[in-house]
C-alpha cells in the first residue's frame, strides 16, 4: 500500500508540472500571435522587406534541401539526394586533378569535363521525380580541346638534337675545341591523349601521367665533327714592304683569327675589327679618301677585307655588303676587291652571314709577305664543287683630260710625262660554280666601276731658250722615281 500511495503521489506531481507547462506553452502563444499580428503590418517598408527577405531565403532553403533528384551520372547514383548533396556528390566525383611530366616538371592539365558537368547540374532540378534521368560523359567533345594541351606540351618539351661542331680555337696553340653531341626528344603526342582519355573514362581524374618521348639521335659525334671540319674556303695575297701598311695588316689579323660565327650570325668587318685609331696601335699609312691619296691610322687594311672577301665566295657564301675601291688596287684581279672604312659610327664594310647549319671560324695569318684568310667549317658545297670570281671588263670609261705642270728647267716649248695616267673602267663580276670543268652555275655577283688618272705632263711655256736653267736630275731617275711612287698608291688602293 506504501507503495502504491507513493507511485500515487508520484503521478498527481507529474501531471501538476504538465498541467503548468501547458499553461506556460499557452501563455507563451498567445504572447507569439499578438506579436506576430502587431508587426505583420508594420507602416515602416524596410521592415516589410525584411520580413520578405528572410521568408524568401527560408523558401529557397527548404527547396535546396528538400527537392530531391532522380538521376545517375555514369555509375554514378544521385537518385534521392537534394539537389545541394547532388551538386557536392558530383564536385567530389569528378574533381580534376590531371596533370603530366616529362620526368623534371610537372604541368596540370586544364579541366575538361567543367563544361558537360555545369550543363548536367543545370538539368538535375528539370528532372521528373518519378523517372531516373541517365547522363554520361560526351568523351569526343574532349579530344580537341585535349589535343591543343598536348600541341602547346610538344612546343615545350620537344628539343633538337644537337650536334657536335667546332665551339673555339686557340690561336696560342693552334688547338680546336669541339661541343659534345646531345640526343634530342620528340613527345609521343598521340599515347599522350590516349592516356589522358583512358583516365578520364576510368574517371581516375587524379592521376599523374608520364609522357613518353622518342629520343633523336645526333647525326654528328664529337669524332666525327673531328673529320668532318674542313678548311672550305681560303684564299692568299701578297703585301708590299712597308712597315706600316703591314702593321695594320696584322692587327687586323689579329681581330679576326679564331673568330666563331655561329649559324644565322651576320659577319661584320668593322664590327671585329673596330676604329682603326692609333690607340689601337694602327700607324698611318697610305690610303685613299675621296679619291685623294693621304697618310691615316689603318691604311692597308682593305686587303685583308678584299683576301677574306675570296675566302667567303669559294665557301659557298653570299655577302650581304661589299664594295669596291675608287682605284683599282693592284693585289687582287679587278672587280674582285672589297674596300672598308670606319669612322668608329659608319663606313663602307663587307658583311655576310653564315648560312650553313653549324659554327665556322675565320683563321688569318699574315707570314712575311704573304697573307693568308680561310674559313673552316663543314662543307657547304657538294662534294667535287667549287666556287670562284670571275670578272669582265665592261666598258672603259672616257679619258680624263691631262693635268699641266710649268716646269721651267725644261727647253722652252717642250713636255715631259711624268704619269701616262690609266683610263677608269667598269667591270662585272660572277659567281662561277664548277664540278670539275663543268660549270654548274652562273650567276652575276656585282659591279665595280674604277676611276681613271689623268696624265701628269711637265712642260716649259714661259721661259725663253737663253733664260731655261738645265734640269739637275736625269730624265731617266725622275721617271723611274715618280712611277715607283704610283706603282706603290695603286697598291695601297682607296679607303683603308
Not at 527537392?67 to 558530383?90: D, F, H, P, R, Y
Not at 554520361?136 to 574532349?142: A, M
Not at 696560342?172 to 613527345?187: F, I, M
Not at 690609266?422 to 664548277?434: D, H, L, P, Q
Amino acid at each position: 500500500m506504501k507503495t502504491y500511495r507513493a507511485k500515487r503521489e508520484r503521478i498527481r506531481k507529474r501531471n501538476r508540472r504538465i498541467v503548468s507547462g501547458v499553461m506556460l506553452l499557452s501563455a507563451l502563444s498567445i504572447v507569439w500571435v499578438l506579436g506576430s499580428r502587431l508587426f505583420a503590418s508594420p507602416p515602416s517598408d524596410f521592415l516589410k522587406g525584411a520580413t520578405g527577405m528572410e521568408a524568401e531565403a527560408g523558401v529557397e532553403e527548404n527547396t535546396e534541401n528538400k527537392t530531391l533528384v532522380s538521376a545517375k551520372i555514369e555509375q554514378t547514383n544521385l537518385t534521392g539526394l537534394t539537389i545541394k548533396e547532388a551538386e557536392e556528390t558530383i564536385e567530389e566525383r569528378y574533381q580534376w586533378g590531371l596533370a603530366v611530366s616529362d620526368g623534371s616538371e610537372v604541368v596540370s592539365l586544364d579541366n575538361l569535363l567543367s563544361g558537360q558537368l555545369k550543363e548536367i547540374q543545370t538539368q538535375l532540378t528539370q528532372t521528373p521525380p518519378d523517372q531516373v534521368q541517365k547522363y554520361t560523359i560526351d568523351r569526343l567533345v574532349l579530344k580537341e580541346p585535349l589535343k591543343k594541351q598536348v600541341a602547346e606540351l610538344a612546343k615545350r618539351w620537344d628539343q633538337p638534337e644537337k650536334n657536335s661542331q667546332l665551339d673555339s680555337f686557340d690561336p696560342d696553340t693552334g688547338v680546336y675545341h669541339y661541343t659534345k653531341e646531345q640526343y634530342g626528344r620528340v613527345l609521343n603526342q598521340e599515347k599522350l591523349i590516349a592516356q589522358v582519355m583512358n583516365a578520364v573514362k576510368e574517371e581516375d581524374l587524379q592521376r599523374e601521367i608520364s609522357a613518353e618521348f622518342t629520343k633523336l639521335p645526333p647525326k654528328r659525334t664529337k669524332t666525327q665533327a673531328k673529320e668532318q671540319y674542313q678548311v672550305i674556303g681560303t684564299f692568299s695575297t701578297t703585301t708590299t714592304n712597308n712597315k706600316n701598311r703591314n702593321k695594320n695588316i696584322s692587327l687586323a689579323v689579329d681581330a679576326m683569327n679564331g673568330l666563331i660565327v655561329k649559324p644565322g650570325e651576320e659577319f661584320s668587318f668593322n664590327h671585329v675589327t673596330g676604329n682603326r685609331t692609333k690607340d689601337k696601335g694602327y700607324q698611318p699609312a697610305g690610303a685613299y679618301r675621296n679619291g685623294v691619296l693621304i697618310e691615316e691610322p689603318g691604311g692597308g687594311v682593305c686587303q685583308v677585307s678584299t683576301t677574306l672577301y675570296h675566302a667567303v665566295i669559294e665557301g659557298g657564301f653570299k655577302t650581304t655588303e661589299r664594295n669596291s675601291h675608287s682605284f683599282a688596287p693592284s693585289y687582287v684581279k679587278k672587280g674582285q676587291d672589297a674596300m672598308v672604312s670606319f669612322d668608329g659610327y659608319a663606313g663602307p664594310d663587307l658583311k655576310f652571314i653564315n648560312t650553313s647549319q653549324d659554327n665556322i671560324v675565320v683563321r688569318a695569318a699574315l707570314k712575311g709577305n704573304k697573307l693568308n684568310l680561310s674559313l673552316v667549317g663543314i662543307p657547304l658545297l657538294d662534294q667535287g664543287q667549287k666556287v670562284e670570281i670571275v670578272s669582265k671588263k665592261v666598258r672603259d670609261a672616257d679619258p680624263l683630260p691631262p693635268v699641266y705642270e710649268e716646269n721651267p728647267a725644261l727647253l722652252y716649248g717642250t713636255e715631259k710625262v711624268i704619269h701616262k695616267g690609266s683610263t677608269g673602267s667598269v667591270y662585272k663580276s660572277y659567281r662561277i660554280t664548277r664540278k670539275g670543268d663543268t660549270i654548274i652555275k652562273e650567276e652575276p655577283l656585282h659591279n665595280s666601276s674604277y676611276k681613271g688618272k689623268p696624265a701628269i705632263i711637265q712642260r716649259n711655256t714661259t721661259v725663253m731658250p737663253e733664260e731655261t736653267v738645265p734640269e739637275t736630275v736625269p730624265e731617266t731617275e725622275s721617271e723611274t722615281e715618280t712611277e715607283t711612287e704610283t706603282t706603290e698608291a695603286e697598291q695601297i688602293g682607296p679607303g683603308i
